[in-house]
T-cell receptor, first 113, second 108 residues
Framework: NAGVTQTPKFQVLKTGQSMTLQCAQD?????MYWYRQDPGMGLRLIYY???????DKGEVPNGYNVSRLKKQNFLLGLESAAPSQTSVYFC????????????FGQGTRLTVV | KNEVEQSPQNLTAQEGEFITINCSYSVGISALHWLQQHPGGGIVSLFMLSSGKKKHGRLIATINIQEKHSSLHITASHPRDSAVYICAALLRGSRLTFGEGTQLTVNP
């Protein structure tokens, strides 16, 4: 019953450092998403992938990159972390984009100092 | 103006009370999701609906497409229902757009 698994759960980065957030789902879902959640704002879409090998920008893609080389994995990269990227990041997956139940990971709390 | 708006932002209730959380959206949608986020951050999908009403235990979700409005009701509320409740609309031709959430606190 793994569902959607995100790693790591917590991370502290220095400004300028790079890192990759990992997301894995075992439900054979086609669509995967990366969101960020900031105080006083709803979840905002960073990038999404409608199927293996395809990715598209969401509302707030600047400063991030993604890859979906395998259907079960969706990686979110920060090439040069900035304090504005301090946030809680959620990965989610669904069978189809938006029109089916979405399953969320537990979140990654990222602090950039 | 956000395309998906929730009210109230914060809600405090006594155990046993009937609770209603509202969600309004400004454009046509294909589906609407209700999500629950507990302290500690995990998000769980409660309902996805495109018309009518769905019920699961003490939770009921309704949607009125003509009025562009959905409600989440909790009957016989309990302290364990304390969480943030989020609605998310699948706007036509787009991806999910989220409301800011409603922080519910149920006191014993």
């Amino acid at each position: 019953n793994a569902g959607v698994t995100q790693t790591p759960k917590f991370q502290v980065l220095k400004t300028g450092q790079s890192m990759t957030l990992q997301c894995a789902q075992d439900m054979n879902h086609n669509s995967m998403y990366w969101y960020r959640q900031d105080p006083g704002m709803g979840l905002r879409l960073i990038y999404y992938s409608a199927s293996e090998g395809t990715t598209d920008k969401g509302e707030v893609p600047n400063g991030y990159n993604v890859s979906r080389l395998k259907k079960q994995n969706f990686l979110l990269g920060l090439e040069s972390a900035a304090p504005s990227q301090t946030s809680v990041y959620f990965c989610a997956s669904s069978y189809v984009s938006g029109g089916s139940e979405a399953f969320f990971g537990q979140g990654t709390r990222l602090t950039v100092v | 103006k956000n395309e998906v708006e929730q009210s109230p932002q914060n809600l405090t209730a006594q155990e046993g009370e009937f609770i209603t959380i509202n969600c309004s959206y400004s454009v046509g949608i294909s589906a609407l999701h209700w999500l629950q986020q507990h302290p500690g951050g995990g998000i769980v999908s409660l309902f996805m609906l495109s018309s009518g009403k769905k019920k699961h235990g003490r939770l009921i979700a309704t949607i009125n497409i003509q009025e562009k409005h959905s409600s989440l009701h909790i009957t016989a509320s309990h302290p364990r229902d304390s969480a943030v409740y989020i609605c998310a609309a699948l706007l036509r031709g787009s991806r999910l757009t989220f409301g800011e959430g409603t922080q519910l606190t149920v006191n014993p």
